[in-house]
């Protein structure tokens, strides 16, 4: 059976699939890190909702993909798990 990473590698050789995949990476980027943060601090859903005010259906929307977070969103995330919130602008790689 193929794992995960094996079967993405297989799929990354396709032209197309890789760059909406790429396209969809600072999506991806944002879900892990929320997922990360709330984890790394054992917090439920449920109760990362109580700290911030954010309905827990909001929170589950968030990190299943189903809802893109405005800053101010992810401001109140981070401050309910005691953070600070950090964007940056990475320079591409050349190819």
Same mark, same amino acid.
């Given at each position: 059976?193929?794992?995960?990473?094996?079967?993405?590698?297989?799929?990354?050789?396709?032209?197309?699939?890789?760059?909406?995949?790429?396209?969809?990476?600072?999506?991806? =980027?944002?879900?892990?890190?929320?997922?990360?943060? %709330?984890?790394?601090?054992?917090?439920?859903? @449920?109760? *990362?909702? #109580?700290?911030?005010?954010?309905?827990?259906? =909001?929170?589950?929307?968030?990190?299943?993909?189903? %809802?893109?977070?405005?800053?101010?969103?992810? @401001?109140? *995330?981070? #401050?309910?798990?005691?953070?600070?919130?950090?964007?940056?602008?990475?320079?591409?790689?050349?190819?």
């Amino acid at each position: 059976m193929k794992t995960l990473n094996e079967m993405l590698e297989n799929q990354m050789q396709d032209e197309k699939f890789r760059k909406e995949y790429e396209e969809m990476q600072p999506e991806f =980027d944002v879900i892990r890190a929320i997922v990360d943060a %709330r984890t790394s601090q054992n917090l439920t859903q @449920k109760e *990362l909702s #109580e700290r911030t005010g954010i309905n827990q259906a =909001d929170i589950s929307k968030l990190e299943n993909g189903t %809802r893109n977070p405005s800053v101010s969103l992810l @401001k109140r *995330l981070a #401050e309910g798990m005691g953070m600070v919130l950090k964007i940056e602008f990475i320079p591409k790689q050349k190819v």
